[in-house]
């Protein structure tokens, strides 16, 4: 069986690949539990000095996989919603994500191909977002089924960008990603792991308690303006946008086989994600 995630370190850093290509690296509760338990390896390994978060082929994640999603966390019509255990569950995948915040080490993430809806949540945790210059990041949920949990991309991008870009779900290309501010660098997808995993070696030339305290400074600036409370309610009101009738009726096509056509009906108005294939 092949593993979900990658671990390895090489040359003073760490290297987390989520290895799902065949499902374009969607996330299960395996994938998010491993990515955590990765983050906890790397920042216990007293010869890593940052991190390199990535995904196996050409898309680093196009969020959650719905399937297994939908067949292992949502109720079904003979059951009652509990917002409770829905909230529960959701933070559990929240504390995940948040994992990568909270590491002390500098965190570097590839975004390759696409980055969509719950990738966002892992993804916009990272320090340094390196981007592919074919790449496309967004919450496509934002046009039903679901709100962003870790709620990153109001203070990575501002008020006016994150609702231009999360009341409608478009995706961002790279050059907009970059002239946002959303993203550091923009790289030929050729050149994008070779320049994140350089980028990472030289934060070994920086004391480790030095980069600790300055990520924890820089953090606990952005904590102090509401972070945690917007996930609060962010988790929370995804669980809500996923039991609307709406919401219940997209999904119950999905859970019924008829995954593609749901997901072009959602981006046809719009002319993207399912529909710029």
């Not at 969020?63 to 019509?77: E, H, P, R, T």
């Not at 990272?126 to 592919?132: E, R, T, W, Y």
């Not at 934002?142 to 006016?160: A, F, K, Q, V």
């Amino acid at each position: 069986m092949t593993d979900s995630v990658l671990y390895a370190e090489e040359d003073k850093i760490a290297i987390i690949t989520i290895n799902r290509p065949e499902r374009l690296n969607t996330l299960t509760a395996e994938v998010i539990s491993r990515v955590a338990e990765c983050v906890d390896q790397a920042t216990a390994a007293d010869q890593v000095a940052a991190i390199v978060l990535r995904g196996a082929g050409p898309n680093v994640s196009a969020g959650y996989d719905l399937v297994d999603f939908l067949a292992n966390n949502d109720s079904s019509d003979n059951e009652i919603w509990d917002p409770v255990r829905d909230y529960q569950s959701m933070s559990a995948n929240v504390r995940s994500f948040m994992k990568v915040w909270e590491c002390p080490k500098p965190v570097v993430a590839e975004i390759s191909g696409w980055a969509i809806g719950g990738a966002t949540d892992l993804l916009l945790c990272a320090d340094l977002l390196f981007m592919a210059d074919d790449a496309q990041i967004g919450y496509a949920p934002s046009r039903i089924y679901g709100t962003p949990t870790t709620m990153m991309w109001i203070h990575r991008i501002g008020l006016e960008h994150a609702k231009q870009f999360l009341l409608t779900g478009r995706p961002i290309d790279a050059e907009t990603a970059f002239r946002i501010g959303l993203v550091s660098h923009v790289y030929e997808a050729k050149d994008l792991s070779r320049a994140a995993e350089e980028e990472a070696r030289r934060f070994a030339g920086i004391p480790s308690n030095q980069l600790a305290l300055n990520k924890l400074l820089i953090n606990q600036t952005f904590e102090n303006m509401g972070l945690r409370t917007s996930q609060i309610m962010g988790t929370f009101f995804d669980g809500i946008a996923r039991h609307t009738p709406e919401a219940q009726e997209w999904a119950s096509r999905i859970t019924d086989g008829d995954f593609g056509d749901a997901i072009a009906e959602r981006d046809r108005p719009w002319g993207d994600y399912g529909q710029s294939q």
